[in-house]
């Protein structure tokens, strides 16, 4: 890999944008030190610039910066500002601009130069004056967003999942069908003939479906020659997106998934069992031989599925089933309790039409732009909205298909349906048209909801999340669909509508309350598993390693190691601590057997890693903590995943590590390399380790402006190789992992491990501050500055008293986006 | 993700789900109906097999003489096809022989167009081993991987399978058409889905088109109140929505049908009571998708082997396969029988005269049947002794150009030999064997 083209790449697609002034770069995402900051340098009386700044600035900034800071194209395209103080910047000035020859510009000239930008543009106070800060701009649905809206919206009238039928028996006091666990319901059954339910021989929960029972049956009771199973339950999707299954059996079996969950169920024939609806794999005829089912389906991550699982052997020699799966980012695997659950689930509508994807250049995903292929796939997604809604219209409206006048009650179903939609109540006009006007024009009721579907899906008021307030549409609406945009990235709730018609959004408690409620929530977790997925880099990588090298690492491997991070951080995350710093200092990682074999903890101590540990511990069952020493392992900064992630398929990569540290967990802003260059190995001494490596390869001036900084945090991770295994060698060659790195304020620190960055970051307000940042862009999607100059500063403060609770954090952010005048108030109480 | 991609998998993800499937704006000009000045339409020939279950009365339908050169003899239950009588051709003699695993129905139905062995499986029949599904493709399907593989000959859905109160079940008695080897195709009995993959994009180019204007000045409304920053945002928005408009109004003139499609009801209720509504709604349909060249192939499948449809409409309460097991000598079972069997004569007469006033595109003066080759079929020669011999092929129209008027008698040759006159008549004269190759020794059937 090239080293200048994965910095383009990662440039894109950064959590931060790289704002640069003067090789560093200054800006909200990468917030200087507290003691630096702008607020407490802001004068209170009005300050004369001398004349001598403003002409160093023309002299020797003016080319590449612009006149007044804006940045010049093809030189330095980003604007200048930020929230250094005038000491910090001086300090900057002096030691690197000009670029080229940063002795030009020392001493006292730094200062007058600092002190001239300061005033004119740089300042958040600046900004504010000049009307240069950014502003709350108006956002379309992103795609997740619009997915979710459409999903909640028509799962708002989608009637809660009835309890699984089978024959509860009221004496029976263990019945499991009365409590929920992980894995589906299972139902074995002897057959008879056409009845292959005919006799319920067992009940249990089965956690994976995989079984081969030969020649036998499950269980005893159950002759050889012919029974049933049934499954039941749900399937969780933690991610959005394409879902595989296959089924291998020589048998027959149905495979339900996402259908309507009315409870009822039919006898379990050869015909359909749950009558009427479609089977996603009809594999019910066998053929004498083993098969594989295949099938593939679009989910919704956030949501469960109803799903459930026919099986029948009739007169067939042998029998067996095992089902597989493979997930987004994941490998195939026998379906089990990790994603399976006894608990009912009602069908939730998934909008597949594919969309183009939202703007990130900002680093973030933002509905600022629009365009020919979004504003049609908005098109066909209406359109597929309304037929999902004409179809199952008895049900969603709630009335019985044999109803014969409906007109009042589809008036009623399309109010409501556009309450929601928009977020507010009707205006009289729009009342008018969706009962009356639509109705009338139609040829029949059906017609008329269809058009208002999709009137009601293309109209701005669903389409824009932040749309000036129509007259009469009371605050609490407004504020409702920010907090829920803000947590969920989907519409309001009926207990947040509830609050909001009457009147219960008023109070920075009531919000507040509000806001903490919503946390409790599926669409929460699943909206900060994505922020991780931003902030960790997680999207879209590729992880494959050098096969002759780790054979063991395959893609099993790699989805093992993406559910033992994913878990982590949910842990840790949704504790009663939430703690920010144990994400970076915990001592554990969540293996099962198969990453304990690559990843021991003995290993680590060993000098012959390659040797089996000895151990009488016994084998775990699942992804269970295992704790490492403390000085090697230290939170997501050793986690395999991200290891294996920011390395080469056959070595460790310290600059893409280095770059990640200095960028998403130390906060500070990276402007792209100055020149391409490109690493290729073969072009080093084969004894070289790779440290010595990137050493020489970074060694020019240019590069080491920000190689000084990136470097040693990449090389602290050296002992770990291309998969994030320990290592205490590399090329034949002691790994040295020690050097000096420069802080933000100036500071040397000696880092030698993930440990030291960890301890460093967690009580810097730089990394601090990146992490409010980041989260806010993530769940607000726009810039914090635009709800107040001091809101980062705010938050972050909060966050330290808070004892850097993330549930708070976020709950805090997402109060604050709600703009509320009196939260504001609140919150620039505690200004620093 | 480009946009070309986009459009290209979304459309074929449509015709592969049948939702939407005429593309809603842009015309594919490949896939439309080809043009009618070209020399492919002079050559066009259609196949369309409708089936109907549980055996035939012989007594009923065959005529008292065979010959290739007596004038065929319309018998009771084929009056409704009379008129016709100059453009059919009556098969006796050619029987199902294929036996091994599964029920004679089973058999019946899944090797009627297959003419190969069911697979061993888990499905018991009334008597018999268990079974699976047939082990081969079927005439339909085989004749249309034929048109599809020239390109004077493909279509946009190269077949398309109707189905008519089919009950909603997978199982050999329900399918006879099949894609291969254990991939039975399931017929679409619902005339508002067929509607919709046949004309879907049509139709919500018209729902789009009803409701831009309230889009339009919902915009407006929106706009009003913006700074002129994120006005240009809605601004841009409403140049969509009028390119969008445009596009529509482009595309109306474009995709402009030979044939308009027909008024169907989409929600009429797939009830047994409304069969002989949906039974037209098909045919309308179907004739349709012929007539703008959508496909060349299709079937209409009426329930299913050992169906059990209450005809009630004909004042017949019985169940179908129940009346069909009773002996001849129960009159009133026999003539209920009669009347089932002549009320599906009258369903296929409809299709037939549908097809006869519909003038066949660029050719003067001809009609679509004369390039279309009907084939009624039944599972079983006859109900009470569910016999696979003697099963009423009843031919009608010229697109095959075997000689008409007249009924043979094979007496007892394997209804293989008769797909592979048929391959052959279509135009795949390569095919050496259909089916179960053992039958197919003696080569097509002489039908010229």
């Known amino acids: 890999m090239h080293y200048t083209n994965a910095n383009k790449q990662r440039g894109k697609t950064q959590l931060i944008r790289l704002f640069s002034f003067l090789m560093l770069i200054l800006l909200w995402a990468a917030p200087a030190p507290a003691s630096l900051l702008a607020a407490d340098a802001i004068p209170e009386t009005p300050v004369v610039l001398n004349d001598s700044g403003a002409s160093i600035y023309k002299e020797k900034c003016a080319n590449c910066h612009g006149s007044d800071g804006q940045g010049v194209d093809a030189e330095y395209d980003e604007p200048l500002f930020g929230d250094r103080s005038i000491k910090a910047l001086t300090r900057l000035i002096r030691r690197t601009m000009p670029e080229d020859e940063p002795e030009n510009c020392v001493g006292e000239e730094a200062h007058q130069v600092a002190e001239y930008i300061f005033h004119e543009f740089y300042s958040i106070k600046a900004r504010m004056k000049k009307g240069l800060n950014p502003r709350i701009e108006l956002s379309r649905l992103t795609v997740p967003q619009y997915r979710n809206a459409v999903a909640d919206l028509i799962g708002h009238f989608t009637p809660p999942a009835g309890k699984l039928s089978g024959k509860k028996k009221s004496d029976d006091k263990t019945a499991s069908s009365d409590s929920i666990e992980a894995g589906l319901q299972a139902r074995y059954f002897q057959s008879k003939g056409m009845s292959k339910a005919n006799k319920l021989h067992l009940e249990r929960n089965d956690r994976y479906i995989d079984f081969d029972f030969g020649e036998g049956s499950p269980t005893e009771a159950i002759t050889a020659d012919q029974f049933s199973i049934t499954w039941d339950g749900s399937l969780k999707a933690e991610e959005t997106g394409y879902y595989e299954f296959r089924i291998h059996t020589q048998n027959g079996i149905r495979l339900y998934l996402n259908s309507e969950n009315t409870g009822k169920r039919g006898k379990l024939r050869d015909d359909s069992s749950l009558a009427g609806q479609a089977a996603l794999i009809d594999g019910w005829v066998s053929s004498g031989k083993m098969r594989k089912h295949s099938a593939r389906v679009f989910l919704l991550g956030g949501h469960r599925y109803p799903l459930r699982l026919e099986f029948f052997k009739y007169k067939e020699k042998t029998a067996s089933i095992k089902m597989e799966w493979k997930r987004p980012h994941g490998a195939w695997s026998v379906f089990d309790h990790h994603f399976s659950s006894t608990a009912p689930a009602s069908r939730t509508f998934v909008v597949e039409t594919p969309f183009p994807a939202d703007d990130r250049s900002l680093g973030y995903e933002r509905g600022n732009a629009i365009s020919q292929e979004w504003h049609s796939a908005t098109t066909h997604a209406a359109l597929a909205s309304a037929v999902e809604i004409i179809n199952r219209l008895p049900l969603l409206a709630g009335y019985r298909k044999d109803t014969t006048e409906t007109k009042d009650l589809l008036k009623d179903f399309v109010i409501r349906f556009a309450t929601l939609a928009f977020r507010r109540p009707l205006t009289r006009d729009e009342d008018q048209m969706y009962r009356e006007s639509l109705f009338s024009k139609a040829a029949n009721p059906e017609a008329a909801v269809r058009w208002a579907v999709l009137l009601i899906l293309k109209s701005p008021s669903f389409l824009y999340t932040n749309l000036p307030a129509t007259e009469d549409t009371p605050n609490d609406f407004v504020i409702a669909a920010k907090l829920s945009f803000a947590l969920w990235d989907s519409i309001p709730d009926q207990t947040l509508i509830n609050a909001a018609r009457n009147g219960k959004l008023t109070t920075s408690e009531q919000i507040t309350s509000q806001a903490h409620r919503m946390m409790n929530n599926p669409r929460t977790r699943t909206k900060l598993q994505r922020f991780f997925n931003h902030w960790l880099e997680l999207e879209e990588r590729d992880l494959a390693k050098d096969k002759d090298m780790f054979p063991e690492y395959d893609e099993t491997t790699i989805s093992d190691l993406r559910y033992s991070l994913n878990l982590f951080l949910e842990q840790t995350v949704w504790s009663e601590e939430s703690d920010y710093r144990q994400l970076l200092l915990a001592d554990h990682l969540l293996l099962n057997e198969s990453l304990l074999d690559l990843y021991h903890p003995d290993d680590e101590n060993s000098e012959h890693p390659k040797s089996k540990p000895e151990s009488d511990a016994p084998p775990i069952a699942d992804f269970e903590p295992v704790v490492f020493s403390p000085e090697r392992r230290a939170g997501v900064l050793t986690h395999p995943y991200l290891l294996s992630a920011f390395a080469y398929h056959n070595n460790s990569s310290p600059i893409h590590r280095g770059v990640f540290l200095t960028r998403n967990i130390m906060g500070r802003g990276l402007r792209p390399p100055p020149k391409a260059v490109a690493f290729k190995n073969e072009e080093f001494a084969p004894d070289f380790t790779m440290r010595e490596k990137i050493t020489k390869l970074t060694r020019d001036t240019t590069c080491m402006a920000c190689h000084s900084f990136i470097n040693p945090l990449g090389f602290a991770l050296e002992n770990f190789d291309a998969v994030g295994r320990w290592r205490t060698r590399d090329n034949n060659k002691p790994v040295n992992s020690l050097s000096e790195y420069i802080t933000e304020s100036g500071d040397t620190l000696e880092v030698q491990s993930a440990r030291d960055i960890a301890d460093f970051a967690v009580s810097n307000e730089s990394a601090h501050k990146a992490f409010v940042t980041q989260m806010f862009h993530h769940l607000v999607m726009q810039s914090p500055y635009a709800y107040g100059p001091y809101s980062v500063d705010q938050l972050r403060k909060k966050f330290a008293e808070n004892n850097f609770n993330i549930q708070s954090l976020v709950s805090d952010i997402a109060v604050l986006a709600t703009g509320h005048r009196q939260t504001e108030l609140t919150l620039s109480e505690s200004k620093p | ?448």
């Open chain 2, 1 to 448: 993700m480009t946009l070309s991609h986009y459009n290209r998998r979304d459309f074929l993800r449509e015709l592969g789900i049948g939702a939407a499937a005429l593309p809603f704006l842009a015309g594919l000009p490949s896939l439309r109906a080809a043009n009618s000045s070209n020399t492919a339409a002079l050559s066009r020939k259609r196949l369309v097999i409708m089936f109907s279950p549980n055996g035939t009365l012989p007594k009923e339908l065959w005529p008292n003489q065979f010959g290739a050169d007596i004038p065929l003899e319309i018998k009771s239950i084929l009056r409704p096809l009379d008129p016709y009588r100059e453009q059919m051709l009556l098969l006796k003699g050619v029987n199902n022989k294929i036996r091994g695993d599964g029920d004679g129905h089973m058999r019946g139905m899944s090797c009627l167009l297959t003419a190969t062995e069911l697979n061993p499986g888990n499905i018991q029949g009334g008597s018999d081993t268990p079974a699976g599904w047939a082990s081969g493709l079927s005439i339909d399907q085989q004749i249309r991987n034929f048109f599809q593989s020239r390109k004077e000959t493909r279509t946009r859905f190269g077949s398309l399978e109707f189905g008519v109160a089919v009950p909603n079940r997978a199982d050999p008695w329900t399918r006879m058409c099949y894609a291969g080897d254990d991939k039975p195709i399931a017929p679409l009995d619902n005339p508002g889905q067929m509607f919709q993959k046949l004309y879907g994009g049509a139709q919500d180019r018209e729902s789009i088109a009803g409701i831009l204007d309230y889009v339009r000045e919902d915009l407006r409304r929106a706009t009003r109140k913006l700074s002129s920053e994120d006005r240009a945002l809605l601004e841009e928005h409403m140049q969509l929505v009028r390119k969008l408009e445009q596009d529509i109004e482009a595309a109306r003139n474009q995709n402009e049908l030979t044939h308009p499609e027909p008024e169907v009801d989409p929600d009429i209720e797939l009830v047994n009571d409304n069969t002989p509504a949906i039974s037209r709604m098909q045919i309308d349909l179907l004739v349709n998708a012929l007539a703008n060249d959508m496909t060349r192939v299709a079937s209409l499948q009426y329930m299913r082997s050992v169906g059990q449809a209450r005809m009630r409409w004909l004042d017949v309460q019985e169940g179908h396969h129940s009346l069909s097991h009773e002996p001849d000598k129960n009159l009133k079972a026999y003539e209920k029988l009669k009347r089932i069997n002549l009320w599906f004569a009258g369903e296929l007469a409809y299709l037939v005269k549908r097809l006869a006033d519909t003038p066949e595109p660029g050719r003067v003066g001809g009609n679509m049947l004369d390039h279309t080759q009907i084939i009624w079929v039944n599972e079983l020669g006859k109900g009470n002794s569910h016999t696979l011999s003697n099963i009423p092929f009843v031919l009608i129209g010229g697109g095959a150009g075997f000689k008409t008027n007249r009924a043979l008698d094979f007496k007892g040759v394997p209804h293989n030999r008769l797909w592979l006159s048929l391959a052959h008549a279509m135009g795949d004269e390569k095919l050496q064997s259909f089916g179960t190759e053992k039958f197919s020794v003696d080569g097509p059937l002489d039908l010229s």
